[in-house]
């Protein structure tokens, strides 16, 4: 059972980069999201989508972009990556997004941007 | 907006009860949830507690909630060294959004 698959699991960018943290699950869950988890602030959520074709902006959007073209697949783009976006970043998907759904996670994606 | 506040660090002796308490703010909190974060790997729901409970026992794990005051707590009895690791509280409200808390790390000690 693959879960939930992040891809790269680290990875190092200079300042204005861009890149895409890939993210795929096989569970046909409905529900899908992107956290950073930075030291003393928990996780937060950036973009989260219910459907394909459907995404929504969580917490701190900004500085990211996200799509969700299949059921399986939600791609997070940094467009011009910035120090303040060094963290780890976790996706985590659900059935669906009821207040009782047991979100399952992927083993995150280190980014450090210098 | 909801706010989830944990205390950071706990450090407990290996065979000693854990609490990790968490306090929340957004009064129409549906389900409150704790998860397990081990080393470098993603979270794993532990446990959930619907808000018109004030006790849920799963085995090693005691879920107590005190809906007044706010306070959520976890139990860990008979804590074991595969017991380290972050804890998260967080947060639903019947909304698309979890809302986690910064998360307690547990330290056990032999």
């Known amino acids: 059972n693959a879960g939930v698959t992040q891809t790269p699991k680290f990875q190092v960018l200079k300042t204005g980069q861009s890149m895409t943290l890939q993210c795929a699950q096989d569970?046909?869950?409905?529900?899908m999201s992107w956290y950073r988890q930075d030291p003393g602030m928990g996780l937060r959520l950036i973009h989260y989508s219910v459907g394909a074709g459907i995404t929504d902006q969580g917490e701190v959007p900004n500085g990211y972009n996200v799509s969700r073209s299949t059921t399986e697949d939600f791609p997070l783009r940094l467009l011009s990556a910035a120090p303040s976006q060094t963290s780890v970043y976790f996706c985590?998907?659900?059935?669906?997004?009821?207040?009782?759904?047991?979100?399952?996670f992927g083993s995150g994606t280190q980014l450090s941007v210098l | 907006g909801e706010d989830v506040e944990q205390s950071l660090f706990l450090s407990v002796r290996e065979g000693d009860s854990s609490v990790i308490n968490c306090t929340y703010t957004?009064?129409?909190?549906?389900?409150l949830y704790w998860y397990k974060q081990e080393p470098g790997a993603g979270l794993q729901l532990l446990t959930y507690?619907?808000?018109?409970?004030d006790m849920k026992q799963d085995q090693r794990l005691t879920v107590l909630l005190n809906k007044k005051d706010k306070h959520l707590s976890l139990r860990i009895a008979d804590t074991q060294t595969g017991d380290s690791a972050i804890y998260f509280c967080?947060?639903?409200?019947?909304?698309?959004?979890?809302?986690f808390g910064t998360g307690t790390r547990l330290q056990v000690f032999p």
């Open positions: 957004d009064s129409s909190s549906t389900y």
């Open positions: 985590a998907s659900s059935y669906r997004r009821s207040t009782n759904e047991k979100l399952f």
């Open positions: 507690i619907f808000s018109n409970m």
């Open positions: 569970m046909n869950h409905e529900y």
């Open positions: 967080a947060e639903s409200n019947n909304t698309d959004k979890l809302i």
